[in-house]
């Protein structure tokens, strides 16, 4: 079965930190550009972070930068996404997504995990 499984999301405090991982079956990820989608209730789902197929370069929201880190491990077929300094901003629901297209929207994904939430508050 090709699926794509986040885990790691919860409750967390402000200023804590989480460790979101999306684990892939019945595909390879070292092949796609994978990354990191939120949304909130109303809102469109916006792009957090990828890390490429290429090179394993990465790309992160203004939003996010020098807060969160994206990592790959081939041998687990695995994408981290490390978040730290959280804030109740960051609350939503994250989506791992893989694609092997050179553009890294919503629209040009392949295939979506299922989505986990992440809640900062006090």
């Known amino acids: 079965q090709t699926q794509l499984v986040e885990s790691g999301g919860g409750l967390v405090q402000p200023g804590g930190s989480l460790r979101l991982s999306c684990t892939a079956s019945?595909?390879?990820?070292?092949?796609?550009?994978v990354g990191w989608f939120r949304q909130t209730p109303g809102k469109e789902r916006e792009g957090v972070s990828c890390?490429?197929?290429?090179?394993?370069?990465?790309v992160y929201a203004d939003s996010v930068k020098g807060r969160f880190t994206i990592s790959r491990d081939n041998a687990k077929n695995t994408v981290y996404l490390q978040m730290n300094s959280l804030k109740p901003e960051d609350t939503a629901v994250y989506y791992c997504a893989a694609t092997r297209s050179l553009i890294f929207t919503p629209r040009a994904m392949e295939y979506w995990g299922k989505g986990i939430l992440v809640t900062v508050s006090s």
């Open positions: 019945g595909f390879t990820l070292n092949y796609f550009t």
């Open positions: 890390i490429s197929n290429s090179d394993d370069s990465t």
